[in-house]
């Protein structure tokens, strides 16, 4: 069955960059594009962006342009997420998930919590 | 991009009928029918429950639906149960590869 395995929870002082990794399985991995979208705490979901695990196209949020990359290695069928200059309002949980059809995404990874803290 | 307009909270008693809605633009809900709707659980990962507005992922309950009228897109739980209580959020696409997410709706089954 379909799955994704998010790396696990990191802590990072401000100012320093984080990579978070989503392993999938379960479908030919070249067929979808993953998205990666944030929850800060008690808030709602925000979109960051997309990469197409074929030929490793990527679209950002204006939001975290300049700041954000997306990367896949499609043989070890693992997306990353790399996030840098992290302040304290990055703190959130992020999670990749599947675009099965247009702004379907059908599987999420289980989550990867980033604390920012000094 | 600025987010899509959930109401903050809705509550329905069980065995009755909520909707709640979700207000963009004509640059996202209005020109697309590309609306999605998640249900999160607490300290869980979102799940797809309606995509292209209306359309129903294999394994949701059919008492899930989803409708649009120009910029407005609204979910509908019909015979409202317990397990219902969770948070949702609507999700558009917004033209140029971009989307855009719902503040999300808390609903809380009395």
């Known amino acids: 069955q379909v799955q994704f395995v998010q790396s696990g929870a990191e802590v990072k002082k401000p100012g320093a960059s984080v990579k978070v990794s989503c392993k999938a399985s379960g479908y030919t991995l070249t067929t979808y594009s993953i998205h990666w979208v944030r929850q800060a705490p008690g808030q709602g979901l925000e979109w960051m962006g997309w990469?197409?695990?074929?030929?490793?196209?990527?679209k950002y949020s204006q939001r975290f342009q300049g700041r954000v990359t997306f990367t896949s290695d499609t043989p070890a069928s693992t997306v990353y997420m790399e996030l840098s200059s992290l302040t304290s309002e990055d703190t959130a949980v992020y999670y990749c998930a599947r675009e099965g059809g247009v702004i379907n995404f059908d599987y999420w990874g289980q989550g990867t919590l980033v604390t920012v803290s000094s | 991009q600025s987010a899509l307009t959930q109401p903050a909270s809705v509550s329905g008693s069980p065995g009755q009928s909520i909707s709640i809605s979700c207000t963009g633009t004509s640059g996202d809900v209005g020109n697309y029918d590309r609306v999605s709707w998640y249900q999160q659980h607490p300290g869980k990962a979102p799940k797809l429950i309606i995509y292209?507005?209306?359309e129903r992922p294999s394994g949701v309950s059919n008492r899930f639906s989803g409708s649009k009228s120009g910029n407005t897109a609204s979910l509908t739980i019909s015979g409202l149960q317990a397990e219902d209580e969770a948070d949702y959020y609507c999700c558009s696409y917004a033209g140029s590869s971009k989307v855009v997410f719902g503040g999300g709706t808390k609903l809380t089954v009395l």
């Open positions: 292209e507005v209306t």
């Open positions: 990469v197409k695990h074929g030929n490793s196209d990527t």
